[in-house]
C-alpha cells in the first residue's frame, strides 16, 4: 500500500512537501514516482527515484522540485518550491519493481497506487 500525504492550498511561489508512506512489500526494490493530474488534462509523470538513488524530472519542475527516498521510513518526499498555479493538481505516488527511470513517465504498469492528494496553487 502507499498512501500520499502533504497536499494544500498554497500561494504561487510557496512551497509544500508531500510525503508517500508505503507497507506491504519490498520498499527498498522499488521505483518509486509521483504522477499530478489537473483537471482536464492527462496524467503525467512529475518526478521518480529509483533503489540506486536515480532520479527524474519532468522539464516543467526541473529546477523547483527535488525528490528523496528513506527506507528506513519507508517513504518518498517530494519537495516543491516556487510553485506556480500551473502546478495546481492531484499528486498521486505509485510503485513498480523496476529499476529503469525512464518508467517515471509512463502510469500504466504501476504495481501498486496512492489515493492522490490535492495540490492547489493560488496566483
Known amino acids: 500500500q502507499l498512501q500520499a500525504s502533504g497536499g494544500g492550498l498554497v500561494q504561487s511561489g510557496g512551497s509544500l512537501r508531500l510525503s508517500c508512506a508505503a507497507s506491504?512489500?519490498?520498499?527498498?526494490?522499488?521505483?518509486i514516482v509521483w504522477f499530478r493530474q489537473a483537471p482536464g488534462k492527462e496524467r503525467e509523470g512529475v518526478s521518480c527515484v529509483n533503489s540506486g538513488g536515480s532520479t527524474y524530472f519532468a522539464d516543467s519542475v526541473k529546477g523547483r522540485f527535488t525528490i528523496s527516498r528513506d527506507n528506513t521510513k519507508k517513504t518518498v518526499y517530494l519537495e516543491m518550491n516556487n510553485l506556480k498555479p500551473e502546478d495546481t493538481a492531484v499528486y498521486y505516488c505509485a510503485a513498480k519493481n523496476v529499476y529503469g527511470i525512464a518508467w517515471c513517465q509512463y502510469s500504466y504498469g504501476m504495481e501498486y497506487w496512492g489515493e492522490g492528494t490535492l495540490v492547489t496553487v493560488s496566483s
Open positions: 506491504g512489500f519490498k520498499f527498498d526494490d522499488y521505483l
